[in-house]
Nanobody, 126 residues
Framework: VQLQASGGGLVQAGGSLRLSCVAS????????MGWFRQAPEKEREFVAA????????LYADSVKGRFTMSRDNDKNTVYLQMNSPKPEDTAVYYC????????????????????WGQGTLVTVSS
């Protein structure tokens, strides 16, 4: 699976930004997709995930209520809508893909994902 993330950039706190991730795989609709982020000098952390059908989503507490993850299986694409971002959301955002994650809990575990995109930088100014 090849993943291409895009949509990052500079955004003011309180604004909005939408990230996209396109997957080059014919069986995209069978994959759980996740967004992770890594801020400078910090470890990579979970942000959001969505199951194969889009019926189940999982969010980190830090973004719950502000970020929304969705997918379009016809376009092999997942999105992360970032509303009211904060300066502490500044990070490189990575999308990841994995098949056969059987539990909601597993969707939030970074080491369960084996396909990763290159990352897109999001900078939130105060």
């Amino acid at each position: 699976v090849q993943l291409q993330a895009s949509g990052g950039g500079l955004v003011q706190a309180g604004g909005s930004l939408r990230l996209s991730c396109v997957a080059s795989v014919s069986t995209f609709s069978t994959y759980t997709m996740g967004w992770f982020r890594q801020a400078p000098e910090k470890e990579r952390e979970f942000v959001a995930a969505i199951n194969w059908s889009g019926s189940t989503t999982l969010y980190a507490d830090s973004v719950k209520g502000r970020f929304t993850m969705s997918r379009d299986n016809d376009k092999n694409t997942v999105y992360l809508q970032m509303n009211s971002p904060k300066p502490e959301d500044t990070a490189v955002y990575y999308c990841a893909a994995e098949r056969f994650l059987s539990t909601t809990q597993a969707m939030g575990i970074m080491r369960r994902y084996h396909a990763w995109g290159q990352g897109t930088l999001v900078t939130v100014s105060s």
